[in-house]
């Protein structure tokens, strides 16, 4: 079943185009990491899928809804890179806010909540503001919203930002239990080492354009992850004339 439909979608921004007839399909269960440098437009993507922005052309269905229809989101929840929220709340009010905001039973929100703080490992800050948050806490408790939400789709953009190598563990190992329970995950992501060691699909996309697309071990052709990406983008930028930094 295809959870994500995407054909030939383009946007400019004056005379940039940021996606060139983007296509891609994400099937249920799968764990699909989009990859790109700055600018390559992932976010772009993102946001035209969130209907935060309309695309120039193209399709793009979420369970087969057309992502114009408010309905198309029902299904998901949306991590961006740099959670932020109100000040003056707690982790566990912010928490019981978004549960209400998905709509999640009230007799399991108290449940939900626990299971969310002691899976990210910070069971302690239930009742601390997020002023007094480290940039890694709050990263962490946004995680926990995909966790209380109970989504089918999850999306995540750039979730290993500003977390240490126990938090980085603690995302992969979430994405992984998450999958196995069926729910669908597509991550933007930097970190190609640790998109390696569990993305079952990745994309990489470079001004606009699909480099490639597939089961990471295609995508790799007998390579790292991350030589493949350098690869590819060291080659789609001298070609288009750019000097390589």
Do not use: W
Not at 66 to 74: E, F, K, L, V
Not at 151 to 173: A, N, Q, R, W
Not at 174 to 196: A, D, M, P, Q, Y
């Amino acid at each position: 079943m295809s959870v994500i439909n995407v054909e030939n979608v383009s946007k400019s921004y004056r005379d940039q185009k940021a996606l060139s007839d983007f296509s891609l399909t994400v099937e249920h269960g799968d764990v699909v990491a989009l990859l790109g440098p700055n600018g390559a437009g992932k976010t772009t993507f993102v946001k035209c899928m969130l209907n935060l922005i309309s695309a120039d052309s193209g399709k793009i269905s979420i369970y087969d809804i057309d992502s114009n229809d408010p309905m198309s989101r029902t299904r998901l929840v949306y991590l961006p890179e740099k959670f932020t929220f109100y000040n003056y709340f707690t982790v566990e009010e912010t928490l019981k806010f978004f549960a209400e905001f998905h709509q999640v039973e009230k007799s399991q929100v108290k449940d939900r909540i626990k299971e969310a703080l002691a899976k990210l490992s910070i069971g302690e800050l239930g009742k601390k503001k997020l002023s007094e948050l480290s940039k890694g806490q709050m990263q962490r408790v946004g995680l926990c919203i995909a966790i209380v939400a109970d989504k089918d789709l999850i999306i995540l953009d750039e979730p290993f930002s500003g977390l240490d190598p126990i938090g980085i563990k603690d995302v992969k190992d979430i994405c992984l239990e998450l999958s196995s329970k069926g729910k669908t995950i597509l991550i933007n992501s930097h970190i190609l080492s640790e998109v390696e060691k569990f993305a079952k699909k990745v994309i990489i996309l470079n001004h606009g354009k699909v480099q490639a697309q597939g089961l990471i071990d295609d995508v790799r052709d007998g390579m790292s992850l991350e030589d493949r990406f350098y690869t590819l983008v060291k080659g789609t930028k001298e070609e288009s004339g750019e000097a390589h930094v």
